[in-house]
């Protein structure tokens, strides 16, 4: 008695098991393999193996000049404006000694000291802020790109104590309510998630160039640094230029023509 | 058997309360699930609606890495169809209202994904 009893009991739950596992998976592939998804790059999309900017800052010599650049990536990227220190930043403009806190002379050209700086992230060579970074959430792509997937920050803010730049930025609130028009093709961010300049990644792979170098129309200049032939070498070439702390050998990815 | 009277009655009352699910279920009407609101200039979606149905996070979350980490934003539907790999560009193009669609088979089933943290229902539908 005892025996047949779990006999029954091992066949019946086998049975069941095995109904349910055909009909779940039978579901399942029936659906799946109909679908052969394949992805390719947009037949347009720009291509470099180091992607590079020079910023010609004798260029920059009023607010507009700035704002229309400034604006531009906002604009692009839905980036909020929020007042005081928990303002959100991709690209602004700040001091001489700010900006190249290595190479302050005492004495030296005051039209060079007074000037404004572009800053940005540098998308640098050797990045400190995906090396620290414990989610890949920060990642460098094969252009040279420093990217975010926002979906894997889990806003530790590692990256922010890396970047010796301060180019990132903490969401403290949800930024939502501070974007004046949101821009329907791009996502925002939400609260908890650090963020910064993305070297207009979205734009290059649909064939545009970054959303400040547009509307700084020739004052910043983008392209292939490994290219020998490309412009931004040229300029390189021909202008004297600087980089942001080159001491600490992060090998940014921004020139500034000084 | 001692106390045959309460053990018997005891087991058909718990068997009728365990059984209840299935002889439950077959007297009741079948399940309908929600009436959501389709596009009305389209016909079909980039996969077929079984497999839309069931694994379009998995498709989701597909497009996400292939967009952001290796720069391959075009999605080759396996009827040939080439679609941009974004949500608020794509889907939300066509599924225009967030509310009579994702949300009402969400809220039946008791889901609440949080995409609209970042990604932009579309106008009109928050
Ligand atoms: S500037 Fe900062 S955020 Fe940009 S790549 Fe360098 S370390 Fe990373
Ligand atoms: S805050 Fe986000 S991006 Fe920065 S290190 Fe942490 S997980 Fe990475």
């Given at each position: 008695?005892k025996?047949s009893?779990?006999q ?5 739950s086998?049975s ?8 779940a998976?039978?579901?399942m ?16 999309a720009?291509k ?6 020079v ?14 650049c400034?604006?531009?990536c ?13 303002e959100?930043k991709w ?5 001489y000694?700010?900006t190249?806190t290595?190479?302050t002379?005492?004495y030296?050209s ?10 940005l992230?540098n ?17 460098k792509?094969?252009?040279g790109i ?7 920050c889990i806003?530790?803010?590692?990256c922010?104590a ?6 990132r ?5 949800d ?13 925002t ?6 963020e ?7 734009r290059?792979?649909a064939?545009k160039l970054?959303a400040?170098?547009?509307a700084?129309q020739g004052?910043i200049h983008?392209g ?6 490309s ?5 390189l ?6 980089r942001?702390?080159p001491?600490?050998?992060t090998?940014?990815g921004?020139f500034?023509?000084? | 058997m001692?106390n ?6 005891g087991?058909?009352i718990?068997l009728?309360?365990?059984?209840y ?11 309908t ?7 009305t200039?389209q ?5 077929p609606?079984e497999?839309?149905?069931?694994q379009?996070?998995t498709?989701?979350?597909?497009w996400r890495?292939s ?10 539907a ?5 679609w ?5 560009k ?14 009402t088979c969400?809220l ?11 990604h932009v229902?579309?106008k009109?539908?928050e």
């Amino acid at each position: 008695m005892k025996r047949s009893r779990r006999q029954f009991l091992k066949v019946a739950s086998l049975s069941v098991a095995g109904l349910g596992a055909q009909l779940a998976a039978g579901g399942m592939t029936k659906a799946a393999a109909a679908v052969k998804p394949s992805y390719k790059e947009d037949a347009l999309a720009l291509k470099a193996k180091r992607w590079a900017m020079v910023i010609d800052t004798r260029e920059f010599t009023s607010k507009e000049d700035f704002d229309a650049c400034i604006n531009a990536c906002n604009t692009a990227h839905n980036i909020p404006h929020i007042p005081g220190k928990t303002e959100i930043k991709w690209i602004w403009k700040d001091a001489y000694e700010h900006t190249f806190t290595d190479t302050t002379n005492k004495y030296q050209s005051k039209e060079i000291e007074d000037r404004e700086y572009f800053m940005l992230c540098n998308h640098c060579e050797n990045p400190p802020c995906v090396r620290v970074c414990p989610t890949q959430a920060t990642y460098k792509l094969e252009s040279g790109i420093v990217a975010m997937d926002y979906h894997r920050c889990i806003g530790c803010r590692f990256c922010m104590a890396g970047c010796p730049f301060g180019a990132r930025s903490f969401n403290f609130t949800d930024p939502r309510p501070y974007i004046k028009e949101v821009n329907p093709k791009f996502p925002t961010r939400m609260i908890g998630v650090v963020e910064k300049c993305n070297f207009c990644v979205e734009r290059l792979d649909a064939g545009k160039l970054p959303a400040c170098v547009e509307a700084a129309q020739g004052k910043i200049h983008f392209g292939d640094l490994s290219d020998p032939e490309s412009e931004v070498r040229k300029l390189l070439e021909e202008n004297f230029t600087l980089r942001r702390k080159p001491s600490l050998g992060t090998e940014p990815g921004v020139f500034y023509i000084i | 058997m001692y106390n045959s009277k309460y053990v018997i009655s005891g087991l058909v009352i718990f068997l009728a309360v365990f059984s209840y699910p299935f002889w439950g279920n077959l007297a009741s009407k079948d399940y309908t699930g929600p009436k959501l609101s389709l596009p009305t200039d389209q016909k079909q979606c980039i996969e077929p609606v079984e497999f839309m149905r069931s694994q379009h996070m998995t498709l989701l979350n597909q497009w996400r890495d292939s967009a952001l980490r290796e720069g391959k934003r075009v999605y080759v539907a396996s009827n040939g169809a080439t679609w941009d790999a974004s949500l608020q560009k794509t889907c939300m193009s066509c599924h225009t209202n967030k509310a009579e669609f994702c949300d009402t088979c969400h809220l039946e089933n008791a889901v609440e994904p949080y995409c609209w943290t970042c990604h932009v229902p579309p106008k009109g539908n928050e």
